[in-house]
Each structure stands twice: as C-alpha cells, then as structure tokens.
C-alpha cells in the first residue's frame, strides 16, 4: 500500500478551510458536482466528482475534531472505467487525513492520502487533490474558483 502528502498555506483561517471539508455546499464549490456529507464519526463521506461519468468516491467520516483535524475513508463506487484501471480504489480501503495548522492570519492544510494500492492510484489522487486544492484556496480565501473543471467527463 502506497500512500500521497500534500501541503498547502491557505489564506484563511483554520475554522473557515474545515468547513470545506464537512459543510456539503462548500464542499462542492472546490471538489466535485455534488456532495453528501454526514460530518460526524460513522457518518456518510459521498461526493460525485464528475458530470457525465458520474464517478463516486464513498466513505465514511472516521474522526472530526474542528477546527484542526478531519479523516475519512475513501474509494471509488464500482464504475466500469475505474475498476478495470490503475486508478481503482474500492469504497472504504483508503484513508485520507486532513490537518489543519494555524499559520498567522492563515493554515496550513496538510493531507495524507493513505492505502492507495498501486503508483497509479497515487499519480491519480496526487494529481487530483492537487489540482482541487487551487480551487479550495481560492473559495476559502473568498474567491470564485469557477465552474468545475471535470463537469464533462
């Protein structure tokens, strides 16, 4: 098992980039089309993360410590395109840590993407979360980060 770390100062205060995280509207504004977030321990980790595709990635919230720590379980919902890929990450069996340090007037948003089970699963989430991660720095800081970048795939 193979796992991605990702670092990123946002201009924004801690309690403000965790409600990114566990509010589904504001989730949506920087990763996904659509969200459904139970943002307690136990609680349903579901984001549509494309348009026409319709690619789900699922879990479940494991530990929510506001304003500084959030962790859920990751996979993707069984699609055809993805389980016959390098990129195939069942429901549940990866695990994705979000920290969150206070920074001056900002924070200082650390991930840990864990259990991914081959190096093309890390290139891909690495790539994705990355690219999201502009996005959430943009909405958090007050900006509009646009339309989704992935609506028609």
């Known amino acids: 098992m193979t796992a991605i770390e990702l670092e990123r100062r946002i201009a924004a205060p801690p309690d403000i980039v965790f409600a990114y995280f566990t509010d ?63 990129i195939a990450v069942p429901p549940g069996t990866s695990t994705v840590e979000v920290t969150l340090v206070p920074d001056g007037q900002g924070t200082l948003l650390r991930l840990r993407h864990s259990g991914l089970p081959t190096d093309g699963a890390c290139r891909f989430h690495d790539w994705g979360w990355d690219t999201t991660f502009g996005r959430l720095a943009v909405v958090a800081e007050g900006g509009d980060p646009g339309p989704s970048p992935f609506p028609d795939l």
């Open 24 to 86: 589904a509207e504001r989730y949506r504004l920087w990763q996904g089309v659509d969200a459904d977030l139970d943002a307690r321990p136990g609680g349903l980790f579901r984001v549509r993360m494309t348009g026409k595709s319709r690619h789900i990635a699922t879990g479940e919230y494991v530990e929510v410590d506001p304003p500084t720590r959030v962790v859920f379980t990751w996979g993707w919902e069984p699609d055809e395109s993805l389980l016959d890929d390098q």
